[in-house]
C-alpha cells in the first residue's frame, strides 16, 4: 500500500500525541500554510527533513541505480 508523505505524516501525529498545529509551530509554518501542504503533499526534502527531526523520526531516502546498485 503507498502513502504519500502526507499521510505518514498525519499516522507519525497520531502516535506522538501531536497536533497538526503543534507541528506547524515547531516547524515556524502557519497552521493553514502546513494543512495546505499536508492536503497538496507538497514537501521539499530540506522540510521533510526538519518535520522528521521535530517527530524524533529517522528519514531516508535513497536512489538505487539498478544496472549498477550504487546507492545515491
Do not use: H, P
Not at 499521510?7 to 498545529?21: D, H, P, S
Not at 497538496?40 to 544496472?67: G, H, P, Q
Amino acid at each position: 500500500m503507498y502513502l504519500t508523505i502526507g499521510e505518514k505524516i498525519k499516522i507519525i501525529l497520531k502516535r506522538r500525541n501531536m497536533t497538526l498545529a503543534q507541528l506547524a509551530e515547531k516547524t515556524g509554518q502557519s497552521r493553514q500554510n502546513f494543512s495546505n501542504k499536508i492536503n497538496r503533499d507538497n514537501f521539499s526534502e530540506k522540510e521533510i527533513l526538519e518535520i522528521a527531526n521535530v517527530l524524533d523520526c529517522t528519514f531516508e531516502t535513497t536512489f538505487i541505480m539498478n544496472d549498477s546498485g550504487e546507492r545515491i
